[in-house]
Nanobody, 118 residues
């Protein structure tokens, strides 16, 4: 149906920046929303940022002001610009999307790891 592939993860020092990208392929014709979630060790997956097809954007309080989500509907990508990264941002970041047809369908990427450490 929809295949999501993340890229851009890596290791950076506190205060550094990374840009994550997610490429959607397959039946990715009408994605209602795309989002980034992350999961730290021993913690539940949490929403980081999301953007709807209408352009509505939401950020978690912990990243608001530091992260920016960007969606390109032409090439079916969503990116997350992460600035002033801190150790608590460490985790696996997952791309997410939902589409509506006969029923709502949710899709997840396999994740890309971000490590913030000095």
């Amino acid at each position: 149906q929809v295949h999501l592939v993340e890229s851009g993860g890596g290791m950076v020092q506190p205060g550094g920046s990374l840009r994550l990208s997610c490429q959607a392929s397959g039946s990715a014709y009408d994605l209602y929303a795309m989002a980034w979630h992350r999961q730290a060790p021993r913690k539940q997956r949490e929403l980081v940022a999301q953007i709807t097809s209408a352009g509505t954007i939401d950020y978690s309080d912990s990243v608001n002001g530091r992260f920016t989500i960007f969606r390109n509907k032409v090439n079916n990508t969503v990116s997350l610009q992460m600035n002033n990264l801190q150790p608590e941002d460490t985790g696996v970041y997952f791309c997410y999307t939902v589409t509506f047809g006969v029923r709502a369908m949710e899709y997840w990427g396999k994740g890309t790891r971000v490590t913030v450490s000095s």
